[in-house]
Each structure stands twice: as structure tokens, then as C-alpha cells.
């Protein structure tokens, strides 16, 4: 299946920073976001409803993951646990999931999200 929702953003120079936030109504949204700036840092923050895989990379500063503490609970099976698994974790560059239960295979639908600098620190904020 094909993303509900596909945002494209870049700059060279400025601060990239921007929010994703579901209705609190809906259900969650498959999601396929890009951040990409040259030089100055970007910050994107996805809320509690966001699941799928995430890739945050910079070339020559610190990328960072990390998960807040708002209430997540998934709308299908309240049962399942909220998950952020990490596959690669080094200074430059994490890649991982996020989601309820285990990490679905490629195959199913699930969001995506990657947030890359050149020379500037990178951050990406999960709420829940």
C-alpha cells in the first residue's frame, strides 16, 4: 500500500524544524516524510500515533533519536507495547523502527521517515 500522507523538505542553510501531529481522532496515518538541509541543523518531532522505520544521518555532527513519554496505544490491539528498536546507533547516524509489537517486514504498510544534514546536528523526537 501507499503512504497516506508524503511531505518533501529541504534548505541548504537554515534551521530545519517541523511537527507532524495526527487529528486525535483518526487513526494513525502512514506517513512518508524527507528532511534534508545542507548545512543548518534539522529537528522534526512525530507524535505518538507514527509507526514505521526511521533513518537520521549527518555527515560531520551528532544524530539523535529519542522517544518521550505521552501515551501510545495501538488503536487495533491495545495489548501491544510500543517499541523503539534501534539497527544501527553511532554517532553519525541511527536507523531503526518504532511502532507496536515486533518490526513488521517491508512488505506491509508502515511510515518512513529520514532527516539528514551535512554538517549539523540532526534530531529526531518521537512523543510516545
Given at each position: 500500500m501507499r503512504p497516506n500522507f508524503i511531505a518533501d523538505?529541504?534548505?541548504f542553510y537554515g534551521t530545519l524544524s517541523t511537527t507532524l501531529v495526527h487529528d486525535p481522532s483518526s487513526l494513525?496515518?502512514?506517513i512518508k516524510l524527507h528532511a534534508e538541509n545542507g548545512i543548518g541543523?534539522?529537528?522534526?518531532i512525530l507524535d505518538e500515533k507514527f509507526q514505521g522505520v526511521f533513518q537520521v544521518i549527518?555527515?560531520?555532527?551528532a544524530?539523535?533519536?529519542?522517544?518521550g513519554d505521552a501515551?501510545?496505544?495501538n488503536p487495533w490491539n491495545p495489548?501491544?507495547?510500543?517499541?523503539l528498536v534501534t539497527a544501527v546507533n553511532t554517532t553519525d547516524r541511527k536507523d531503526g523502527w518504532i511502532g507496536w509489537g515486533n518490526s513488521p517486514g517491508y512488505l506491509?504498510?508502515?511510515g518512513e521517515v529520514i532527516v539528514d544534514s551535512s554538517l549539523a546536528d540532526v534530531t529526531l523526537f518521537f512523543r510516545g
Open positions: 523538505m529541504r534548505t494513525p496515518a502512514s541543523p534539522s529537528n522534526v549527518t555527515k560531520q555532527a544524530a539523535v533519536v529519542s522517544q501515551p501510545s496505544i495489548e501491544l507495547q510500543r517499541n506491509e504498510q508502515t
